[in-house]
């Protein structure tokens, strides 16, 4: 058995295509708008959502559309406007995707029930045949981690005895795959997988605050509290309004102002 941590690593995030941004900007003639913007706002993912929004009421400039007469300029300002109205539809255009290294299959039987705005691709232990059981030891486990780490060892040794039933150098690879997949029944939810996963910013902003909250389980507090931390980093507008609170277990819960926008 190994002992491993679950991980947070950030894979990708929307990026804007520069000429088709001066193109819309020229057909609603808001060239003036968006190189001002752009300079007040270097950042794709939030910048995209500004635009998305103002493309809804053509607000770029004062005069371009009658109804307009004032106009948000900062983009602190314009965004903070739109959590706190609740218009988080224009936040689905742009996503993030993480990978969710060294998590249980109880964090991803968890994960998988956020169904709006997500992707996933999780690794499969049909396929995946493990060499030996990693696994993260819950807080509430420490002290008894020595008793935990000898129950694994033994379902360890009996998933190995039981795989030398079969002679594995003479099947096909879809005998092997069915077999993998009868023997991973007898191995431990708490057993270490990964998963990548993508989301839009409504979605990630609604799963940090419901997954951060005490009543979550521990593992995927854990792991949202570092998506949380990521995205107060990298999309300081689009998180701004969260607060954190240590919980007595060393996890973070994050609070938006705003919820579920
Ligand atoms: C502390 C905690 C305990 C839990 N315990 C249990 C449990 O014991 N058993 C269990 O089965 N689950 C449990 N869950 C999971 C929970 O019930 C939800 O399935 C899960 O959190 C996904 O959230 P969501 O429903 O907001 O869906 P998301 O996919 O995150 O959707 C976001 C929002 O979009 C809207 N939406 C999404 N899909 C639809 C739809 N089909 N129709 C209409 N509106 C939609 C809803 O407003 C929804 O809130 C628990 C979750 C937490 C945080």
Same mark, same amino acid.
């Given at each position: 058995m190994k002992t491993v941590e679950p991980l947070v690593i950030k894979l990708a995030e929307t990026r804007l295509d520069k000429d088709g941004v001066r193109r819309l900007a020229e057909h609603y003639t808001a060239l003036d708008w968006m190189d001002k913007a752009r300079e007040l706002q270097p950042n794709d993912s939030e910048f995209l959502i500004e635009l998305a929004g103002r493309a809804c009421y053509r607000?770029?400039?004062?005069? +371009?559309?009658?109804?307009?007469?004032?106009?948000?300029?900062?983009p602190r300002d314009y965004l903070t406007n739109v959590l706190e109205k609740g218009d988080?539809?224009?936040?689905?255009h742009a996503t993030v995707t993480f990978a969710f290294l060294n998590v249980s299959r109880v964090f991803t039987h968890e994960i998988v029930?956020?169904?709006?705005g997500t992707a996933m691709s999780q690794e499969s232990l049909r396929y995946v045949r493990p060499r030996e059981i990693s696994l993260w030891v819950p807080p509430d486990l420490e002290s008894a981690t020595s008793r935990v780490s000898e129950t694994v060892k033994e379902i360890e040794k009996r998933y190995h005895d039981l795989e030398k039933q079969f002679d594995w150098d003479k099947m096909t690879f879809e005998q092997k795959k069915r077999v993998t997949s009868a023997l991973r029944?007898? +191995?431990?939810?708490g057993i270490a997988t990964n998963l990548i996963w993508t989301a839009n910013h409504r979605t990630i902003r609604w799963v940090i605050e419901m997954r951060t909250h005490?009543?979550?389980e521990v593992e995927i507090r854990k792991v949202f509290g570092k998506v949380a931390e990521i995205c107060r980093r990298d999309y300081p507008l689009l998180y701004g309004d969260f607060t954190s609170k240590k919980l007595d277990d060393g996890t973070t819960q994050y609070i938006p102002k705003f919820s579920k926008v």
């Open positions: 607000s770029f400039g004062v005069g +371009l559309n009658p109804n307009v007469t004032k106009i948000r300029d900062n988080g539809s224009i936040l689905e029930r956020h169904r709006a029944r007898i +191995l431990p939810d005490p009543s979550a």
